[in-house]
């Protein structure tokens, strides 16, 4: 007897994406620390759209050929030769409302492009301050999911691990999970759920440790909050749009 329900498999690193088949699933890109956080503040305030590049200068080039936002970092830090990085706290609604924003990082706009090139049925971005809007559209579409962990140069990363568990936590009983992957996930955010940010801080998360040692509590703390920016980045057409389906 067949398994009437969907997949779910979670990869930990863009240099697994290669062993699951993204062509007949939903691939979820997950950059908590700071990508995807960013993408979903800046669509939820108002953005036009976000289009994800893989290099700097893709985002400098469409600079100077459409009116808008350029921005990325590269190892945490505002990418040389743009203006804006990848704050959350960059994109509020007096800046970014109507506008396009063109955005390149180390991690989570690489591993979309892998998605891309992997020919995914769908691309959606997920981050804690999208967590329901993310898991309910997977519960509704019914097909199969790969919750990408975006990581570090592909090293894995906590935190994308915790939210990947997040939404397992929420969907499971929905899907057929046969991934070890998934079980880990589920069970470090089991272990983390009461307190994220201090969980991190006592795993000494390699990421986490990166972007403190920048300063940048604040960008961590807002990232690591369920629905603060509730609503689905979705690929299209080159460009990340609000999902109104």
């Known amino acids: 007897m067949t398994n009437s329900r969907p997949e779910l ?29 960013t993408i979903t503040t800046a669509l939820y305030n108002g953005s036009k759209y976000v289009i994800p590049v893989d290099s700097v200068a893709k985002s400098i080039e469409l600079g100077k050929q459409i009116d808008c936002i350029t921005a990325g970092e590269r190892d945490g830090r505002i990418a040389e030769g743009l203006k804006y990085g990848n704050s959350p706290f960059e994109y509020p609604r007096s800046f970014v409302e109507g506008k396009i924003l063109v955005l390149t990082t180390t991690n989570g706009t690489r591993l979309l492009h892998m998605a891309i090139d992997k020919g995914a049925q769908q691309i959606i971005t997920g981050s804690f301050p999208n967590l329901t809007a993310v898991s309910d559209y997977l519960l509704s579409a019914n097909k199969d999911v790969i919750l990408g962990c975006a990581a570090w140069k592909d090293r894995v990363n906590l935190e994308d691990l915790l ?47 990166r972007l403190l040692g920048y300063g940048l509590e604040k960008d961590i703390r807002y990232c690591l909050t369920p629905d603060v920016a509730n609503v689905l980045p979705f690929y299209e057409d080159g460009k990340l749009i609000i999902h109104n389906g």
């Open 163 to 209: 939210f990947a568990g997040a939404i397992i936590n929420r969907v499971k009983n929905k899907f057929h999970i046969n991934c070890d992957s998934s079980q880990i996930s589920e069970t470090l955010y089991l272990d983390a759920r009461n307190d994220f940010y201090e969980f991190l801080k006592e795993k000494k998360a390699s990421h986490f440790q």
């Open 9 to 37: 498999h979670t990869c930990f690193s863009p240099a697994l994406l290669r062993l699951y088949d993204a062509a007949n699933a939903i691939v979820v890109i997950v950059d908590v620390l700071r990508a995807t956080s």
